[in-house]
């Protein structure tokens, strides 16, 4: 039995010490809670979201969703192996696109309108030009990007020439769809990677992970500048508070989090009365104040950030919901799920 | 041999990473909830899950009616 290397020994001391450190320097400025500052503000008015449209036309599983920039069309991804771009005004679609494979995961659309983009099982993101069609009529392929090693499981689009994506392999890649090069490729967790938000201002971005931490990421660098323990099971969503000073996480251990990304810590806990299922997505609304996450549960779970109550729930959905997206402007809230349906509550 | 060449780099890459994230600059919960805050109450007007719309023409998932004024 070889004997312990000296050096390992010292490093591991080392960073048992730097863990101590962190939590003690967090605990410094901890100086109150969220509930005392916000104990004396009123209580928000009662959510009053109903279903005003109800989109049908995948014939499987809905597993992703995302608005446009213009807060009118919307991009989902189904196991039927389709993308439909709706119109979320008029509830009509305005294109179909067949993929290659039908396991896709995950969905993005650019702030612009001009691309989306789509990968899951199949080991690829696949970007297609929706203003130019092929010799079929669909929107064009535009770039295949492969050499993962684990599926898709989020992409985000930071402009039209730049999207990072999160996979089963545990990394982050940032590509440039100019060249259709990676431009960074790196080990970014100790699990697979399954959600991605990006801050307002596109400097920054936060992940979360089957490791059950979440990281926030500058766009430009490799490494993370911070790790956010706390979850005790995968975090399954991320969102950036709209104030890009904090950001919210769902997940499978049956609550959310809000957590703050200057104070280094957890700052809030949100659970519905009876919390017996984890959440699969969530969003925020335009001014922070409310926070939404669509659960195994079959509904949406409304609460209240600042006063961490619950506000209600969004009933309608017959089976898990999958994935959340809020309008860039504010107005509606869109989900699908696994009982092959869209809706867009307003 | 290798193996702990390799491990030892990589509890080395470990460690300056936690050295990093240790020595960042935070801020009172206290000024963090006051900022989230303020900037909720900057906003709540706009936010149309919290206040609806204005009126009924504001909201473009309505049902456009088929009739005009003449």
């Known amino acids: 039995m070889p004997p312990k290397d000296p050096e390992l020994q010292k490093l591991q001391q080392e960073l048992d010490d730097l863990v101590k450190k962190l939590k003690d320097e967090q605990k410094k400025v901890a100086d109150t809670t969220l509930e005392a500052v916000c104990g004396s503000i009123p209580d928000a008015p009662k959510v009053r979201l109903v279903t005003k449209k109800l989109l049908k036309g995948h014939i499987n599983k809905v597993n992703s969703i995302h608005f446009s920039g213009d807060s009118r069309h919307c991009v989902t991804g189904s196991l039927d192996g389709k993308l439909i771009i709706w119109d979320t005004w008029t509830g009509n679609k305005v294109q179909i696109i067949p993929l290659r494979s039908s396991w896709v995961m995950s969905v993005a659309f650019a702030p612009s309108g001009n691309f989306v983009a789509c990968g899951g099982m199949d080991n690829m993101c696949t970007v297609y030009d929706l203003n130019n069609r092929d010799s079929t009529g669909v929107a064009k392929i535009v770039r295949e990007l492969m050499g993962y090693e684990g599926f898709l499981s989020s992409c985000r689009f930071i402009d039209d020439k730049t999207l990072v994506t999160g996979s089963g392999d545990m990394k982050l890649c940032m590509w440039d769809l100019e060249s259709g090069k990676k431009t960074q490729d790196f080990d970014a967790h100790a699990g697979d990677v399954i959600s991605i938000s990006l801050a307002p201002d596109n400097q920054t971005y936060v992940t979360g992970s089957v490791d059950k931490s979440c990281k926030l990421w500058d766009v430009r660098e490799e490494k993370c500048r911070q790790t956010f323990f706390g979850h005790e099971s995968d975090v399954n969503s991320v969102c950036f508070h709209p104030s890009g000073f904090s950001f919210a996480t769902g997940s499978e251990d049956k609550t959310a989090r809000l957590w703050d990304i200057r104070a280094d810590q957890q700052i809030a806990q949100y659970a519905p009365p009876n919390a017996n299922s984890g959440f699969t997505c969530c969003g925020i609304s335009l001014s922070g104040r409310f926070l939404m996450c669509g659960s195994d549960d079959t509904s949406v779970h409304i609460w209240d950030t600042l006063k961490t109550q619950h506000n209600g729930t969004l009933a309608g959905h017959e089976n898990r919901i999958t994935s959340l997206s809020v309008a860039g402007n504010g107005m509606a809230v869109a989900t699908c799920s696994w009982d092959q349906n869209v809706r867009i509550w307003v | ?70």
């Not at chain 2, 906003?43 to 009924?56: A, M, N, R, T, Y």
Request: glycine share 2%.
């Open chain 2, 1 to 70: 041999m290798d193996m702990m060449i390799s491990n030892l780099q990589q509890q080395r890459q470990i460690t300056e990473q936690l050295r990093r994230e240790a020595a960042i600059k935070r801020i009172n919960v206290s000024q963090a909830v006051v900022d989230i805050m303020k900037f909720i109450n900057e906003h709540e007007q706009e936010d149309c899950l919290l206040v609806g719309f204005s009126s009924q023409k504001a909201n473009p998932f309505r049902e456009k009616s088929s009739c005009t004024l003449l």
